[in-house]
């Protein structure tokens, strides 16, 4: 062996002894899921409804979009809805993470087929391929080849006319890398190299402005699973290409702590900052650390609600103004908290810091936990927190929203965070009825706890022997200095919180040893974070809401149309929420120390019953309200005629429309077939928009014919003659074409139940800002 052989052997080697130590040294381990054991709680019941919905789904359909990208015959058909319409196999990639997840939780052996089947044909589909290639993006081929000659057409939520590829094949390395790390599958592995190895040479050739171009398009957390695959190989070159694949659009204001988030697509970007973070553990790369963290505190501190959710409509909204997240239908989207959960995780690795599991707790009993429906398993893509209205679940051969995706995970994965370690350290986290077996160390632990029904938990040993491990447990933020008690075999213990919010338990455990911690809960108010005078109220970390009737619930249960997962049903009026008064501070009052609580009448301004609240996440099948406004006698009529005013405005124009386009957001543009030509999307202030130098359109349903009107909206005043509409291949000109922000075009004479509506260039010009098209039945 030469001596160029020789060195080069010695890098590698030395790589992969870095990258192993990178990955593990001195951070915070979880425990792996088949080491943690769920005990009899609401979670525990929400793992095995989730287990029979993953076993519902027909797997041949899920894998459909790969071996008709392979080229190969195959005996079922694409499912509908999402997985039929562009982003086809984006779940399958969901569903073999959830499997390993599911297989680790449980030991399931049914999960165990599924996946062991699953990874054969996909890994089937990437031999025919015969290039490490394995994706189900409809004609993928063709656009990964135009993107390696540097054809590359970008835009938000498209890269070369494909409804956003990259962010589809991030799935199936993600569920690859579980497949393997969290389900034990060797086979899983190789494949995930070998596709690595195919987009670092679909990549090679690109500069780095070609890269940042192709990060204009949504991508998932492709950053993240290079840096894991260079910790798994030692091999330096996906490190290299997990930074190149870093949006730089995103990352640089982020390191010099410049928020720049508003209007934002949010679960665009938080896959990315999770990648940021996943190349700062690898690296040692503080900057980058330091940027994560201020995008999580950013986000959980100044953007998110009190059930740990954030943005309206997909987006971030301003953070001095939460008017829309009262107001809208599309309130916090579940894939967010998901993945605010997972950067929770990883910082929590970095920096041990209750903050991170404080918010993770709140999260996860709060928004993850509802987002699942207790009998049918059915997931929420949206949770309005617009008083009185009410979530939409998915159906297991309907629907193929990303929030189904991170769904199926969601609620097998519940064992994650409970504990941690660092060397000889046990981190107890959270307070969920579980058993550990820190198979390392020979230590077994069980935490039984009716939490939060019970304002304590209790932490038991069954291992043989003693066993000397010093225990960390977190003091929630929501328990009062000093009220917080232990007891081990029934003697009081002192508790010292570091200042980290953790406090130490030392000694050699036996089966015969107890650890008693009581944890008082209070009730308390929360307001709304732009300081508008709505108040949630929460009980410890469990925030509480009010069921507010069954009636029209429209879509319950989502059909397989493109906008199932929207909760379409009637509006209630915002000026008839219940007012609660200022002047008596209101606070729920407890009921028989239960977890159930009263809102009484004479809290109230012109109130006549008790309003009961409970445990939102045990809200289901009905409307609900979680945030009140709380005002004085002397402000009531001027309040209502405001909240009035707006929002009976845009409830008697939803009323009147019947179709639209929220014209720059990524759903309702993929909902209407959006098409174009050298067309530019923005945003100013949270407010959308969409211009072109050539052509776009949309296909908008024109149902019954009822439309009389054809509505522009635009975000500045367009000039006369400053483009050209089409309806149908037909030039229309619009009776007030003045420089106002609204054009109206009579659609008379129009007999078609679908309307192409196109806006067109006039000499090259680029057209005003377009935010919204409307159809409606009048003016």
């Given at each position: 062996?030469?001596?160029?052989?020789?060195?080069?052997?010695?890098?590698?080697?030395?790589?992969?002894?870095?990258?192993?130590?990178?990955?593990?040294?001195?951070?915070?381990?979880?425990?792996?899921?088949?080491?943690?054991?769920?005990?009899?709680?609401?979670?525990?019941?929400?793992?095995?409804?989730?287990?029979?919905?993953?076993?519902?789904?027909?797997?041949?359909?899920?894998?459909?979009?790969?071996?008709?990208?392979?080229?190969?015959?195959?005996?079922?058909?694409?499912?509908?809805?999402?997985?039929?319409?562009?982003?086809?196999?984006?779940?399958?990639?969901?569903?073999?993470?959830?499997?390993?997840?599911?297989?680790?939780?449980?030991?399931?052996?049914?999960?165990?087929?599924?996946?062991?089947?699953?990874?054969?044909?996909?890994?089937?589909?990437?031999?025919?391929?015969?290039?490490?290639?394995?994706?189900?993006?409809?004609?993928?081929?063709?656009?990964?080849?135009?993107?390696?000659?540097?054809?590359?057409?970008?835009?938000?939520?498209?890269?070369?006319?494909?409804?956003?590829?990259?962010?589809?094949?991030?799935?199936?390395?993600?569920?690859?890398?579980?497949?393997?790390?969290?389900?034990?599958?060797?086979?899983?592995?190789?494949?995930?190299?070998?596709?690595?190895?195919?987009?670092?040479?679909?990549?090679?050739?690109?500069?780095?402005?070609?890269?940042?171009?192709?990060?204009?398009?949504?991508?998932?957390?492709?950053?993240?699973?290079?840096?894991?695959?260079?910790?798994?190989?030692?091999?330096?070159?996906?490190?290299?290409?997990?930074?190149?694949?870093?949006?730089?659009?995103?990352?640089?204001?982020?390191?010099?702590?410049?928020?720049?988030?508003?209007?934002?697509?949010?679960?665009?970007?938080?896959?990315?900052?999770?990648?940021?973070?996943?190349?700062?553990?690898?690296?040692?790369?503080?900057?980058?650390?330091?940027?994560?963290?201020?995008?999580?505190?950013?986000?959980?501190?100044?953007?998110?609600?009190?059930?740990?959710?954030?943005?309206?409509?997909?987006?971030?909204?301003?953070?001095?103004?939460?008017?829309?997240?009262?107001?809208?239908?599309?309130?916090?989207?579940?894939?967010?908290?998901?993945?605010?959960?997972?950067?929770?995780?990883?910082?929590?690795?970095?920096?041990?810091?209750?903050?991170?599991?404080?918010?993770?707790?709140?999260?996860?009993?709060?928004?993850?936990?509802?987002?699942?429906?207790?009998?049918?398993?059915?997931?929420?893509y949206f949770t309005p927190m617009r008083p009185q209205h009410y979530r939409v679940y998915s159906q297991p051969h309907e629907n193929f929203w990303c929030c189904v995706g991170s769904g199926l995970e969601n609620?097998?994965?519940?064992?994650?965070?409970?504990?941690?370690?660092?060397?000889?350290?046990?981190?107890?986290?959270?307070?969920?009825?579980?058993?550990?077996?820190?198979?390392?160390?020979?230590?077994?632990?069980?935490?039984?706890?009716?939490?939060?029904?019970?304002?304590?938990?209790?932490?038991?040993?069954?291992?043989?022997?003693?066993?000397?491990?010093?225990?960390?447990?977190?003091?929630?933020?929501?328990?009062?200095?000093?009220?917080?008690?232990?007891?081990?075999?029934?003697?009081?213990?002192?508790?010292?919180?570091?200042?980290?919010?953790?406090?130490?338990?030392?000694?050699?455990?036996?089966?015969?040893?107890?650890?008693?911690?009581?944890?008082?809960?209070?009730?308390?108010?929360?307001?709304?974070?732009?300081?508008?005078?709505?108040?949630?109220?929460?009980?410890?970390?469990?925030?509480?809401?009010?069921?507010?009737?069954?009636?029209?619930?429209?879509?319950?249960?989502?059909?397989?149309?493109?906008?199932?997962?929207v909760a379409v049903g009637k509006m209630i009026p915002l000026d008839l929420s219940p007012i609660l008064k200022q002047e008596v501070q209101p606070k729920p009052i407890q009921v028989d120390n239960t977890f159930?609580?009263?809102?009484?009448?004479?809290?109230?301004?012109?109130?006549?019953?008790?309003?009961?609240?409970?445990?939102?996440?045990?809200?289901?099948?009905?409307?609900?309200?979680?945030?009140?406004?709380?005002?004085?006698?002397?402000?009531?009529?001027?309040?209502?005629?405001?909240?009035?005013?707006?929002?009976?405005?845009?409830?008697?124009?939803?009323?009147?429309?019947?179709?639209?386009?929220?014209?720059?957001?990524?759903?309702?543009?993929?909902?209407?077939?959006?098409?174009?030509?050298?067309?530019?999307?923005?945003?100013?202030?949270?407010?959308?928009?969409?211009?072109?130098?050539?052509?776009?359109?949309?296909?908008?349903?024109?149902?019954?014919?009822?439309?009389?009107?054809?509505?522009?909206?635009?975000?500045?005043?367009?000039?006369?003659?400053?483009?050209?509409?089409?309806?149908?291949?037909?030039?229309?000109?619009?009776?007030?074409?003045?420089?106002?922000?609204?054009?109206?075009?009579?659609?008379?004479?129009?007999?078609?139940?679908?309307?192409?509506?196109?806006?067109?260039?006039?000499?090259?010009?680029?057209?005003?800002?377009?935010?919204?098209?409307?159809?409606?039945?009048?003016?």
């Amino acid at each position: 062996m030469n001596f160029k052989s020789k060195l080069c052997i010695l890098l590698i080697f030395w790589f992969s002894l870095t990258f192993k130590g990178l990955a593990q040294d001195k951070y915070v381990q979880f425990f792996g899921l088949d080491q943690v054991k769920l005990l009899d709680s609401p979670f525990l019941q929400a793992q095995e409804i989730d287990k029979r919905y993953i076993l519902e789904m027909d797997v041949d359909r899920l894998l459909s979009p790969y071996m008709k990208e392979a080229g190969l015959s195959w005996k079922a058909e694409n499912y509908g809805n999402w997985e039929n319409t562009g982003l086809d196999g984006h779940i399958a990639g969901h569903y073999l993470s959830a499997l390993s997840m599911m297989l680790a939780a449980t030991g399931d052996q049914e999960i165990n087929k599924r996946l062991d089947y699953m990874l054969e044909k996909l890994k089937l589909a990437q031999d025919t391929n015969g290039n490490g290639y394995l994706s189900g993006v409809p004609a993928g081929k063709k656009i990964w080849e135009e993107l390696r000659s540097g054809n590359i057409r970008a835009g938000s939520f498209s890269l070369n006319d494909r409804w956003v590829p990259l962010y589809n094949i991030h799935k199936v390395y993600a569920g690859l890398r579980d497949a393997y790390w969290i389900g034990g599958k060797e086979v899983a592995r190789p494949m995930l190299i070998a596709l690595s190895d195919w987009f670092y040479d679909l990549t090679e050739e690109f500069s780095d402005e070609q890269f940042q171009e192709v990060l204009i398009s949504e991508h998932g957390g492709l950053n993240e699973v290079f840096a894991d695959i260079a910790v798994m190989t030692g091999d330096s070159k996906y490190l290299e290409l997990a930074r190149k694949m870093s949006h730089q659009q995103v990352l640089d204001p982020l390191k010099n702590s410049e928020d720049r988030l508003t209007g934002m697509h949010a679960n665009t970007q938080i896959p990315k900052v999770i990648g940021f973070q996943r190349i700062a553990q690898v690296a040692k790369d503080e900057k980058l650390n330091q940027a994560s963290d201020f995008f999580w505190d950013n986000v959980v501190n100044q953007r998110s609600i009190s059930i740990g959710g954030n943005s309206v409509r997909e987006h971030f909204h301003p953070r001095d103004d939460f008017s829309s997240m009262l107001s809208s239908e599309q309130g916090p989207e579940t894939c967010n908290t998901y993945n605010m959960m997972r950067l929770s995780e990883m910082l929590f690795q970095t920096a041990p810091d209750r903050k991170y599991i404080d918010y993770y707790e709140r999260a996860v009993f709060n928004h993850i936990l509802s987002t699942q429906h207790p009998e049918k398993g059915g997931f929420v893509y949206f949770t309005p927190m617009r008083p009185q209205h009410y979530r939409v679940y998915s159906q297991p051969h309907e629907n193929f929203w990303c929030c189904v995706g991170s769904g199926l995970e969601n609620h097998a994965k519940y064992g994650q965070a409970i504990y941690a370690y660092q060397e000889d350290v046990l981190f107890v986290n959270l307070f969920i009825a579980s058993e550990l077996d820190w198979k390392e160390k020979g230590i077994k632990l069980k935490q039984t706890t009716n939490f939060p029904e019970e304002e304590g938990t209790t932490i038991g040993f069954s291992h043989r022997g003693k066993k000397e491990v010093k225990l960390k447990v977190r003091y929630p933020s929501w328990v009062k200095l000093g009220h917080l008690k232990v007891a081990v075999n029934g003697k009081q213990q002192e508790v010292t919180v570091d200042k980290f919010g953790y406090f130490l338990i030392e000694g050699k455990w036996s089966a015969k040893d107890q650890i008693q911690i009581a944890l008082p809960m209070e009730t308390k108010s929360e307001q709304m974070p732009d300081g508008s005078p709505w108040y949630s109220f929460t009980h410890g970390p469990i925030v509480l809401a009010a069921k507010t009737g069954e009636n029209d619930l429209k879509g319950l249960f989502a059909d397989d149309s493109r906008m199932g997962h929207v909760a379409v049903g009637k509006m209630i009026p915002l000026d008839l929420s219940p007012i609660l008064k200022q002047e008596v501070q209101p606070k729920p009052i407890q009921v028989d120390n239960t977890f159930k609580f009263l809102l009484t009448a004479n809290q109230f301004h012109q109130l006549e019953k008790d309003i009961e609240l409970v445990p939102f996440y045990s809200v289901h099948d009905s409307r609900y309200q979680v945030y009140w406004p709380v005002v004085a006698g002397t402000s009531l009529e001027a309040f209502k005629r405001e909240l009035n005013t707006k929002d009976e405005w845009m409830r008697r124009l939803e009323d009147l429309t019947i179709d639209q386009v929220a014209v720059g957001e990524q759903q309702p543009e993929t909902e209407h077939d959006f098409k174009g030509n050298n067309s530019q999307t923005g945003q100013e202030n949270g407010i959308f928009w969409r211009s072109t130098t050539e052509y776009f359109q949309y296909s908008l349903k024109n149902k019954h014919q009822e439309s009389k009107i054809l509505r522009l909206t635009f975000l500045n005043p367009p000039s006369s003659r400053s483009f050209r509409l089409l309806v149908n291949g037909e030039s229309l000109k619009s009776e007030n074409e003045d420089e106002s922000l609204i054009r109206d075009y009579d659609l008379s004479g129009f007999n078609s139940e679908l309307l192409e509506v196109k806006i067109q260039s006039i000499e090259g010009a680029a057209t005003p800002k377009l935010n919204h098209i409307r159809l409606m039945k009048s003016n």
